[in-house]
């Protein structure tokens, strides 16, 4: 298993920090392109648009916090049997976490689209937002299935040790993005100008293109982690797995929901003192966004390893691994904090 790492052993400090870094930089590359791009879209395409952004943001939390949440938990009963060496159980995790997905990505998905106008309402979206939100939510999504199994696919390789290969396809999303956003939102020759809505069209297909190079990479290197549609089908829907799967990930999911909820909460109430608010609460909340990044970073590190170390029975290195995480957390997010402190001001103006 050249491509994974077992943590059960050595110093727990320096191993969070090593698989932390690759999560922390894909986070910041992400969410500093996501900045860049509500730059754009507030310059170029004006006041509403930045302020149909802000009122999905919150949305769009809520929905791919929650899928993000669920293959997170996921992610820890296959590292419990990685860490305890039954590979054969840990293949039936990943089997049956994909057939689960397939279901719940689709549900979402469908029960979104249909509701989207309707949530929009709900969170009192000013008229002259409304038709902008709504097409960019729409977008988003419809492409929800994509996004669960990418997210799916790159936190079942962080359970095994392995947080560098997830950042380089997380590379390949956000230059992919980047080079479709502007032709889709401003249009270029047989490409039509799709407005705000383009950015959601880039941000789907990123997504899509990504998760097919995540299989195909899976498969060309035969990877302990492929399995193909014949296996696939071999491995039948075990109810204990689907409990135990069910369990660990739909806790992590409804945990980021209570926090998306009092997003939308106070989204709504933002929103009700009119555009420019609103745009001025959408330039804050991406600033605010970094100030998460080390403790979701540092979060999904813990998780691994503690898995791993639970699944080997070494429960001192669990709570060495939980000691060395909020050390690590109160370090990279106090520094974080002071630099945003001090910079607020500049950043905000951008």
Known sequence: MATSREMTEGRALPLIFNFTLPLLLGNLLQQTYSLVDAAIVGKFLGINALASVGASTSVIFLILGFCNGCCGGFGIPVAQKFGARDYITMRRYVAVSLQLAAVMSVVLAVVTSICCADILRMMRTPDNIFTGAYYYLLVTFIGVPCTFFYNLLSSIIRALGDSKTPFWFLLVVVALDMALNPLLIFGWGPVPRMGIQGSAVATLIANAVSFAALLGWLRLRRHPLWIGRRQLGLFKPDLTIVRTLVVKGLPMGVQIVMISLAMIAMISMVNEHGVQT?????AALQLWTY????AMAMG????????QNVGAGLWKRVSATAHAGMLGNLALTGSLIVLIVLLDRHVLGW
């Open 278 to 282: 609103a745009s001025a609460y959408s």
């Open 291 to 294: 100030v998460q990044m080390p």
């Open 300 to 307: 999904a590190a813990c998780s691994s390893m503690a898995a």
